[in-house]
């Protein structure tokens, strides 16, 4: 058994829960598999990449409503967005384990974890979503974050720089506002929303280190600068530009530099 194959395997699994499984049994047994480095991986033209299931529907991000927490619908709402994301960052973690040849065995190991922890956040959000009478699905939801792993896919440094340490560290931003506006919902059902976002936002905070360190192993590997570099990759793929807010503690915690964060702030 090859470590690299079933990563791919388990990111074309449409079905969230056989996905979820899927991962959480490649953790588990990861240590009684080989691990090919320098293999090039071809996937098959019947595989689905990535395997979702055939909802929720996928509208543009400036299609997607407003969501409140202060409404029993808008809170659930609120929840599957977040489901949402966790469910994807499955597949940003699995393709970075099977698409990438010749990285260190440390890389591969790295991501499959993300991609397990990640499996757990869709799990607990996922079942706090079900107590609300709800399911992942029942809301539309946009498709920004495959969009960038579709652009960097023929670049590893890109994909470092412009997945995790750009979108996903959004999140890092992001996590307090949402805390703060389901304190003021105040229902026990927000208040445990709430609790959920802790663990998520601590575990964020390590996979976007991850993805800061393969950002500056790679960049040092090719003798590049990270910082005039970063610029420069986010306008040759468009990324977005983040604005304030942001959580400079958390982004701290996560390896970013006073120099980058003068960056984001314009400096």
């Known amino acids: 058994m090859s470590l690299r194959p079933f990563a791919l395997s388990a990111l074309c699994r449409c079905d969230p829960n056989e996905k979820v499984q899927a991962v ?3 953790w588990d047994q ?8 320098s293999a090039i991986i071809t996937p098959t033209a019947e595989l689905s990449l990535p395997g979702r299931p055939s909802l929720p529907h996928l509208i543009p991000a ?17 929840l599957h967005a977040v489901c949402h994301i966790e469910f994807n960052a499955i597949n940003l973690a699995l393709d970075a384990v099977w698409r990438f040849p010749n990285m260190p065995e440390p890389y591969y190991t790295d991501w499959l974890r993300v991609a397990y922890e990640e499996s757990q956040h ?30 960097t896919a023929d670049d590893v440094l890109a994909r470092m720089a412009l997945v995790p340490r750009t979108l996903e560290a959004r999140g890092l931003d992001a996590t307090p506002l949402i805390q703060t506006k389901l304190r003021k919902a105040a229902t026990p059902e927000a208040l445990k929303a709430v609790e959920l976002l802790d663990i998520i936002l601590r575990d964020e905070v ?3 280190a991850i993805g800061n ?13 990270p910082v005039s ?16 807010p942001f959580n400079e503690e958390a982004r701290k915690r996560a390896g970013f530099t006073e120099t980058e964060l003068s960056y984001l702030l314009g400096g």
Do not use: I, N
């Not at 799990?123 to 539309?140: A, N, P, R, V």
């Not at 360190?213 to 600068?225: I, M």
């Not at 570099?229 to 304030?244: H, I, M, S, T, W």
């Open 24 to 26: 959480q049994s490649l």
């Open 30 to 37: 990861q240590h009684a598999m080989t691990l090919v480095t």
């Open 62 to 78: 400036k299609h997607v409503p407003t969501r409140t927490p202060f409404t029993p619908e808008g809170l659930a709402a609120l």
């Open 122 to 151: 869709f799990e607990m959000l996922h079942t706090h979503l079900q107590s609300l009478g709800y399911h992942y699905g029942d809301f539309d939801a946009h498709d920004g974050l495959w969009h960038m792993c579709q652009k």
């Open 206 to 208: 390590g996979h976007v």
């Open 213 to 225: 360190h393969w950002y500056r192993w790679l960049c040092e590997q090719r003798g590049l600068d």
């Open 229 to 244: 570099l970063y610029g420069d990759l986010v306008q040759r793929y468009e990324a977005p530009k983040l604005r304030p």
